[in-house]
């Protein structure tokens, strides 16, 4: 489906930051003829008013739809009946639920992995075992499925150890225990159901040394390509305190990743869980987002998620100046070697998240959002996450990362004084905002 050179409909699937980037992006190509998204959300639903009026085909076309994406079936009759010809999977629990898979068996193009390929997002210590049989560089680690062997495995780590819940926690299953005492509690808190299902088995890491960074690359299960960089603030308060989040701000591109850098990582890192993959009959195709720690014996990876980071591809399509659409559809029907690498600015951006009072706690639900046009100045973008409209049209908020504020420039402090100042415009009473994202890159690329 979707001969290459044509407009075709798209089918975008999800709701946040980052399909709201995505479907910003995506409707900037000249190959979407109308867009989709299930179920989107009230920024997305601008993205796409904004696509027909440029085109001069009404309302008629494209929609938020509600669907369950469960319903495998529903979703492949949704395709069929709007003649959707790419469909991209934008959070993570579609595609360990095997919706790829699926939508392939009827036919359709798709930019995501299958469910055993999406095993490297949906079980960390399938990653780990991976690794381990692959020669990836990451930190050591034992699997537990029950508490007690969890406890006897502390006494072959040091301080602080890492200990993560195995399966999906929406980016909270991570402690980092700095005591022996933190270390039992967190693996009790696990197993005691805590995080739900994900805690049904753990992993316990050594703790590892150095500067996080993030790294992207695109696989159609052979060809790989590079597709920018970023790093993260997950602590949800300034100076990286507070717990872990799903993320509180990003920048791109990250200068610690260096390009010798990036190289070792496609080498040692990425390539080798591809051919991985790829050699177990189960070929990755989409983007593969290695979680890296630079450390002193060279990058180790600290995780994969399945999908593009949120809010790390806000950073992203922000700076991407080829069309998302012949990227992912190529990327999609295992053709990515016959198109050209995606070329990024140079310029950096950055975004940071406006959060609920709560999170990453029970956030406050309800708060009316007002001034995202008065924002939305000198280039600014304000991707929605957690909101909804009221009955009465009011902008609400309705989960705990609700806004991601982005903008670029001709340096990060630029970007950085761009997106706070359009904070600024925001009125949002019962949101709150880190206020030292990039803090680190700045003094580091200070003269």
């Not at 390929?117 to 990451?138: N, V, Y």
């Not at 415009?425 to 905002?433: E, K, L, P």
Request: hydrophobic share 45%; aromatic share 6%.
């Amino acid at each position: 489906m979707g001969a290459e050179g044509k407009a075709m409909n798209i089918l975008l699937l999800g709701g946040g930051g980052r399909e709201h980037a995505l479907a910003w992006k995506l409707a900037q190509s000249p190959r979407c003829a109308a867009l989709w998204a299930a179920p989107g959300n009230p920024g997305i639903a601008d993205a796409i008013a904004d696509l027909n009026t440029r085109r001069d085909q009404g309302a008629a076309l494209g929609a938020c739809i509600s669907m369950d994406l469960t319903d495998h079936a529903a979703v492949i009759a949704f395709c069929g009946a709007q003649d959707i010809g790419l469909v991209v999977i934008g959070p993570e629990a579609p595609l360990v639920d095997g919706l790829a898979d699926s939508l392939r068996a009827g036919g359709f193009a798709v930019f995501g992995p299958g469910r055993a390929a999406a095993q490297l997002e949906g079980s960390k210590g399938f990653t780990k075992d991976l690794c381990a049989r692959a020669g990836i560089p990451t930190a050591g680690f034992v699997r537990a499925s029950d508490a007690l062997v969890a406890h006897e495995a502390l006494a072959g780590f040091g301080l602080p150890v890492v200990i993560k819940a195995d399966g999906l926690a929406a980016g909270k299953g991570v402690i980092i225990a700095q005591t022996r005492a933190e270390a039992e509690a967190a693996i009790d808190d696990m197993f005691g159901g805590g995080f739900g299902s994900a805690g049904a088995a753990v992993v316990i890491e050594e703790f590892m040394e150095g500067e996080e960074a993030s790294f992207f690359a695109l696989t159609d299960g052979a060809t790989i390509m590079a597709f920018g960089s970023a790093q993260d603030h997950k602590r949800v308060g300034d100076g990286d305190t507070g717990p872990n989040t799903g993320g509180m701000g990003a920048y791109s591109p990250a200068s610690v990743l260096t390009p010798a850098l990036e190289a070792e990582t496609l080498t040692r890192i990425i390539a080798p869980t591809v051919k991985a993959l790829a050699d177990a009959g189960t070929p990755y195709s989409g983007v593969l987002f290695a979680g890296l720690m630079l450390t002193a014996e060279g990058p180790k990876l600290i995780e994969y998620n399945c999908r593009f980071g949120d809010p790390e591809c806000q950073v992203l399509m922000m700076r991407l100046e080829s069309d998302l659409v012949e990227v992912l559809l190529a990327c999609a029907e295992d053709r990515l070697g016959a198109i050209a690498p995606p070329v990024f600015s140079p310029d950096p951006a950055l975004t940071v998240v406006i959060a609920a009072k709560g999170y990453p706690g029970v956030p406050t639900k309800g708060g009316r959002i007002e001034g995202i046009a008065d924002a939305e100045v000198d280039g600014a973008r304000v991707f929605q996450a957690g909101t909804a409209l009221s009955a009465a049209g009011a902008l609400t908020a309705t989960g705990g990362r609700v806004l991601n504020v982005s903008a670029s420039g001709k340096t990060v402090r630029e970007a950085r004084d761009s997106v706070y100042n359009a904070i600024g415009a925001v009125r949002y009473a019962d949101g709150f905002w880190r206020h030292d994202i990039a803090d680190r890159e700045l003094k580091r690329l200070k003269p």
